[in-house]
């Protein structure tokens, strides 16, 4: 068997669930199951000039494509390597004028495929495109009036020469892309940069308590065991952050994928009394004061998206507008204040806030408040989310690395080994952002030392240090902790 191959998974199906898939021999945590090439992905209408169209990186300089001005590559090898791909896209949108949105050119990518190739079962994988999941039939009327709007746009973009394909078909496709595009991340898997069509990872289930997750690496998703899994055991992934009450998961789950979830801690709500915690004690806080807490946090919450999708919050992240990001504080702040006498620490509400707080101090250099606000977060993800998982391993090392840039040395130093634990499992040793954690972990293993023999000693070096070089804050997402797995169009 070869690594990563398909060998070692069963496709079956899933009782009340479809198809679904099964594991032919054991895994352990951490194991690779399969990796799988995109069937066909693009990159973002927003990021087409500062990512690679072939390999998703992120780049300062990329090359141009010299024929359509559109489409960006790394170098030679890159574009040579899309040449196949980007052969038809590249006539056609030098013949459109423009190149057309994301889901356009996803939906022209799977089909120029299916022409040269033809339809059926591609080479490695377990079905064909024309057999996936496509939930046409569950849209409502909004979607299909979006269905209709891109199946037009798409006739204008599509050449007269090649292969005309009937409406059915097409409007398959689209369906597919909406409920099973995956999202794609940059190399260091903090950003969603692209979507891609996986027919493999889409026979997988999902459970809000998976066995497996999977990473974008080195441009294969990698479906990787979280725990220990056993031969005949079926496969699952989560499709949402369960970061979520049961009841606001299953709605995400039946609005967007249009099934109603039946797992174990949907059915019995499990963990939903930690992330409603109120604060235990004799002056237990009332009904009322609980509901009048938890709206302000909502409130709060949509002022700061509201600043996100305005652009705002974007901005005073990359670009450290101090005026703008002490907005989003003191908003942080004052609902703070409100939530700590009523909350408890895993309460959701107030794990959101002290996430959002953390991250922009973080880019503020003010790392003493940051790093509290994230220990804090982090104590309360520790109890509600898998061990495995791999948004609670990211939240570790934002949470280590504040720590390490605020001179807390021995709990940063602790925090970034424990999501160096993590990332072993959910990314693997040879994912970037892996190698990058290794490299802090070796170096706050050292200064810890240094610290331990002499602490005096270490604060000189690290003032000296920190006059000579300012801290580099390592980047982080703009939206959110991690790009979620399947990619919706809004």
Excluded at 24 to 35: N, S, T
Aim: charged share 25%; aromatic share 8%.
């Amino acid at each position: 068997m070869t690594k990563g191959g398909m060998e070692c998974v069963e496709l079956f199906t899933a009782e009340g669930k479809g198809r679904g898939l099964k594991a032919q021999k054991e895994f352990l945590a951490g194991d690779v199951i399969f990796a799988e090439p995109a069937y066909a992905a693009v990159v973002f209408d927003s990021l087409t000039h500062v990512i690679c169209h072939t390999c998703f990186k992120r780049q300062e300089r990329l090359h141009r494509c010299g024929q359509c001005k559109f489409a960006h590559y790394c170098d030679r090898t890159c574009q040579r390597a899309a040449w196949l791909s980007h052969k038809n896209e590249c006539s056609a949108i030098k013949r459109h004028g423009k190149a057309p949105t994301e889901n356009i050119r996803l939906a022209a990518r799977i089909l120029w495929k299916m022409e040269r190739e033809g339809s059926g079962l591609s080479e490695g994988c377990l079905v064909a495109i024309e057999e996936l999941q496509n939930h046409v039939d569950s849209f409502g009327e909004e979607e299909k009036k979006d269905l209709r709007a891109d199946v037009e746009s798409f006739l204008e973009f599509w050449p007269p020469q090649c292969q005309q394909f009937g409406m059915q078909l097409i409007s398959h496709i689209f369906g597919v892309i909406s409920c099973n595009g995956f999202t794609l991340s940059d190399q260091r898997g903090l950003q969603a940069v692209g979507v891609g069509i996986f027919p493999n990872l889409c026979q997988a289930n999902h459970d809000c308590w998976p066995n497996c997750t999977v990473v974008f690496n080195n441009g294969k998703i990698e479906l990787r065991a979280l725990n220990k899994i056993s031969p005949g055991d079926e496969l699952t992934v989560s499709y949402v952050d369960f970061l979520s009450l049961s009841e606001e998961r299953r709605r995400q789950l039946k609005k967007q994928y249009y099934f109603d979830c039946t797992c174990e801690h949907c059915k019995k709500q499990l963990k939903d009394d930690l992330m409603l915690a109120v604060k235990a004690g004799e002056s237990k806080p009332s009904a009322d004061t609980v509901k009048e807490v938890i709206q302000l946090s909502k409130d709060t919450l949509e002022k700061i998206n509201k600043a996100r999708m305005e652009g705002h919050y974007h901005e005073e992240i990359l670009n450290c507008s101090p005026q703008r990001a002490l907005q989003v504080v003191k908003l942080c702040r004052d609902c703070l204040q409100k939530q700590e006498p009523v909350l408890g620490d895993t309460n959701i509400y107030l794990l959101r806030i002290l996430s959002i707080a953390s991250e922009v101090l973080s880019y503020l250099q003010m790392f003493e408040e940051a790093a509290d606000y994230a220990k804090r977060m982090v104590d309360g993800y520790l109890k509600i989310y898998h061990p495995n998982n791999a948004q609670l391993g990211m939240a570790v090392m934002r949470a280590g690395v504040t720590h390490w840039h605020a001179g807390l040395i021995e709990v940063g130093h602790g925090l970034i080994c424990k999501a160096y634990a993590i990332l072993l499992i959910t990314h693997g040793p040879s994912h970037p952002i892996t190698k990058d954690l290794e490299v802090m972990r070796v170096q706050t293993e050292m200064e810890l030392r240094m610290f331990q023999q002499n602490e005096f000693m270490y604060y000189k070096m690290r003032e000296a240090a920190l006059k000579n070089q300012k801290i580099q804050v390592m980047p982080e997402p703009s939206n959110e902790t991690a790009p979620s797995l399947f990619h919706k169009k809004e």
